[in-house]
């Protein structure tokens, strides 16, 4: 694969995984740690646990 290609790849897959944790990972600003918790205890989506 090469010096080139190694970097080309880390770089495609920092870009994919970005996207990924953009998709993914759910906003929780502004949300308490008692408030996540209650929520996931409750059996919520990960997703409709932010903001």
């Known amino acids: 694969i ?3 290609g190694t970097f080309w ?3 495609a ?3 994919a995984f970005i ?3 953009f998709w993914l990972i759910p ?3 502004n949300v308490t740690l008692e408030h ?3 929520k996931l205890m409750a ?3 990960l997703r ?3 903001v």
Do not use: F, S, V
């Open 2 to 4: 090469g010096a080139a």
């Open 19 to 21: 996207g990924i944790t």
């Open 43 to 45: 059996g919520e989506k």
């Open 13 to 15: 897959l920092n870009i």
């Open 9 to 11: 790849l880390y770089t």
């Open 48 to 50: 409709n646990i932010g």
């Open 27 to 29: 906003e929780t600003k």
């Open 36 to 38: 996540i918790e209650r």
